[in-house]
């Protein structure tokens, strides 16, 4: 069974939208974090929540919210959706260890705004 | 702003060559450096960390650091077609700071 699960895989919607993605994890990690990645430009940090209680933005959280729901579960929100946001979108994982910050990604939701 | 610098490619490599992946950091108080391989629509994994300077060996695989010159490498030794990828570079400041990624570097390996 995957350790990161992603909802839904795939989802096309329109302009104006409102889409939730959701990220699930059994590793136990208190770490989490939502990248959307584009061709060329790599992965972009949107939000990461470091515990329950801590949310901070990363470089593109604008026209994007989260909610971190328990230690398991973190949504990404698309208030309106807009087809610049059509992108792949990751959630990850880390917990400190020997490694670092290791972190273990989801398999990603690729979203179409038309 | 950190930022972590890549050569996004392709880089081509005939089968059997070595394969060489260059990363640079602007942090000088990161204390981690990732190389993470990349599958086309598939999600990161990782394959090496290293922390100290000089070089880390795992199989095919050798993690090169130079923290005077903020330098990360990855080697890529008797390289597959199934090597064909993209590889990230990330470097990890520690403790409360993210995670920075570089664009990566798409490896296209010839048969």
């Known amino acids: 069974d995957a350790d990161v699960t992603q909802t839904p895989r795939n989802r096309i919607t329109k302009t104006g939208k409102r889409i939730m993605l959701e990220c699930s994890q059994t590793?136990?990690?208190?770490?989490m974090y939502w990248y959307r990645q584009d061709p060329g430009l790599g992965l972009r940090l949107i939000y990461y929540?470091?515990?329950?209680?801590?949310?901070n933005k990363g470089e593109i959280s604008d026209g994007y919210s989260v909610s971190r729901q328990a230690q398991a579960k973190f949504s990404l929100s698309l208030e309106s959706a807009i087809p610049n946001q059509t992108a792949l979108y990751f959630c990850?994982?880390?917990?400190?260890?020997?490694?670092?910050?290791?972190?273990?990604f989801g398999p990603g939701t690729r979203l179409t705004v038309l | 702003q950190k930022e972590v610098e890549q050569n996004s490619g392709p880089l081509s490599v005939p089968e059997g060559a070595i394969a060489s992946l260059n990363c640079t950091y602007s942090?000088?108080?990161?204390?981690?450096f990732f190389w993470y391989r990349q599958y086309s629509g598939k999600s990161p994994e990782l394959i090496m960390f290293?922390?100290?300077?000089g070089d880390k060996e795992d199989g095919r695989f050798t993690a090169q650091l130079n923290k005077a010159s903020q330098y990360v490498s990855l080697l890529i030794r008797d390289s597959q077609p199934s090597d064909s990828a993209t590889y990230l570079c990330?470097?990890?400041?520690?403790?409360?700071?993210?995670?920075?990624f570089g664009i990566g570097t798409k490896l296209q390996v010839i048969p």
């Open positions: 990850a994982t880390s917990d400190l260890s020997l490694a670092g910050d290791e972190q273990f």
């Open positions: 590793k136990g990690h208190d770490r």
């Open positions: 929540s470091f515990d329950v209680k801590d949310i």
């Open positions: 942090d000088r108080g990161s204390q981690s």
């Open positions: 290293i922390y100290s300077n």
């Open positions: 990330a470097d990890d400041p520690g403790g409360y700071q993210k995670v920075t």
